[in-house]
């Protein structure tokens, strides 16, 4: 089977104003990557922009209509070098077209230290479609389809728990209604730029208010889908913290308002190109946006002392993220899938992953993040697109997702 043709198009979706990494978004672009064989077999991919979580950087230097652009093209890009290409896996297929597709990238955006989660970002959609025709062509079921990559997948769990998101203005009530839905691990963003300075002291000030706060509030709650038999929390700083020192201060103020135990996950405290040894901190440490490649997985768990990574299938490419996972799951390092706020149809594609991973350490239930219901203004008209429209598994039922 050959590549004989490609076509690209993207909507703007808004969403509520969503604050993370000292920015702000109220729209995200939904791409979609058709990729024809033969002349007769067609597939789309489906995939979600997200600049600021992918390269910060250049989201703050070009604002977030022209940062969508630069992405959109560099996924424009990648759809043209497959042209002509004969199918083989899909993972293979990604690796030829990588190295070109990060210079394409660079080019654009003048940024000559782009980080490679723009290009698996943009690359996402094109990677899908390469998926499900790989699967027209192989006809098997979707462990057996990834067994050339990665056995370290399990059985495909029944239930998975829903991760919220509470994001820099999420208030009180909508914490508690999450909560009274009996949601049991809640992903707090911290690292906020309260004034606009980047005073690396007012946002710790900040994150421990915060964090007080929301620890108030979910004490009143009990779960048994915890070790701890309370609502869990997996916080995520988004590179923000500079220094070990100053991230010890805020795990010492969680410790000191009883909060330390319920932290399950702390999420790329540091800089992804500059990570810290995280060896002894009284949390498991997990990878995110440092974490784009099986290497990046193993330098960080071997060397800095990681001992979790965030799986994004719907964010740096499912061939991408399977290699990851089994150089995780290698070091003994969990393994979570986490959102990038995306529609229905990506929520599934993300749950195909997550239901065949081991849990997290700390949980007594799989779980898989999926914040879009909160961040969409209209996500039962998402819902209505998807190929199996208002699904039962894709409304979860006293927090868990039952599959």
Known sequence: ?????????????????????????DELWQITAAVEADGTLCTRGYGVQSVLWSDSAVFHAFGPERSNALMFETTQYALRRLEGETLVQPEHMLRGIFDDTLAYAKRITGHTELRATFVLNALTPVDWALWKLWHRKQGCAFRELVRPITDFLVPRQR??????????????KEIEALADEGRSLFKIKIGCDPDGRNDADEMLQWDIARLAQIHAILSRYATEDTACGHPAYYLDANGRYDTPDRLLRFLDAADKMDALERIVLLEEPFAGDRPEPVHGLPVRVAGDESAHSAQDVARLTREYGYSAIACKPIAKTLSVTLEM???????????????????????????????????????????????????????????????????????????????
């Open 325 to 403: 996972v089994r150089a995780a799951q290698k070091s003994g390092a969990a393994c979570f899938c986490a959102d990038l706020t995306v529609p229905p149809a990506l929520l599934d594609w993300n749950m195909s992953l997550a239901a065949r991973l081991p849990r997290v350490p700390g949980l007594r239930v799989g779980v898989v993040e999926s914040n879009g219901p909160q961040n969409y203004t209209d996500w039962r008209r998402l819902d209505a697109m998807c190929a199996a429209p208002a699904a039962a598994w894709r409304t979860p039922q006293n927090g868990v997702y039952r599959l």
């Open 159 to 172: 239930e998975l728990g829903n991760i919220p998101l509470i994001s820099y203005a999420t208030g009180k």
């Open 1 to 25: 089977m050959k590549i004989t043709k490609t076509t690209l198009q993207y909507s703007r979706e808004p969403i509520h104003p969503l604050g993370f990494k000292g920015g702000h978004l």
